[in-house]
T-cell receptor, first 110, second 115 residues
């Protein structure tokens, strides 16, 4: 069962522009959400997270927005840089259970 | 701090053979996870340890997969016998505690190809 969905397998943006990666979830018990970034031949690395009691969390160029009523979260990267090119995984936690989306491959073109 | 170490990085075996993966988590991290990531999919939890005890192994195919974490530190994941559909990247992750607002630290993974 896919409790966490990333419906866009890929996204291409121009350097300097905004990248918006989307994620939807179905389980209302999830109370903590994370984004991971993965480069080829490396493990996923933690990027940013948000608790369900918030609707926005910002860290430098990265901002995560959470819409609980829509069960939707998004990651905004502004401005996008070529080094941001990677696969981004959305993850959602409930107690000890963390589920991942299938990932979105972001390509930032110079 | 040193990251999560995994070995080997790559492994190619024939179906019905056995294989083992090793993971050394970050020092002091009580919780250790093994994930399976099939190409084009997100990581799927296979088993979670809290110290040397199993917290969750509900998605581990126990007829062929086994894992242990002796002394609550290193862990090994074994597949015996392997099937073609076991081809995937096997990721080990660790975190300080069970639950809570913790992110996981992942290793680089072991890419298994079963031919």
């Amino acid at each position: 069962d896919q409790q966490v969905k990333q419906n866009s397998p890929s996204l291409s943006v121009q350097e300097g522009r905004i990248s918006i990666l989307n994620c939807d979830y179905t389980n209302s018990m999830f109370d903590y959400f994370l984004w991971y970034k993965k480069y080829p031949a490396e493990g996923p690395t933690f990027l940013i997270s948000i608790s369900s009691i918030k609707d926005k969390n910002e860290d430098g160029r990265f901002t995560v927005f959470l819409n609980k009523s829509a069960k939707h979260l998004s990651l905004h990267i502004v401005p996008s840089q070529p080094g941001d090119s990677a696969v981004y995984f959305c993850a959602a936690r409930s107690n000890n259970d963390m589920r991942f989306g299938a990932g979105t491959r972001l390509t930032v073109k110079p | 701090e040193a990251g999560v170490a995994q070995s080997p990085r790559y492994k190619i075996i024939e179906k019905r053979q056995s294989v083992a993966f090793w993971c050394n988590p970050i020092s002091g991290h009580a919780t250790l996870y093994w994930y399976q990531q099939i190409l084009g999919q997100g990581p799927k939890l296979l088993i979670q340890f809290q110290n040397n005890g199993v917290v969750d192994d509900s998605q581990l195919p126990k007829d062929r997969f086994s894992a242990e974490r002796l002394k609550g530190v290193d862990s090994t994941l074994k597949i015996q016998p392997a099937k073609l559909e076991d081809s995937a990247v096997y990721l080990c992750a660790s975190s300080l505690g069970e639950g809570g607002r913790r992110s996981y630290t992942f290793g680089s993974g072991t890419r298994l190809t079963v031919v």
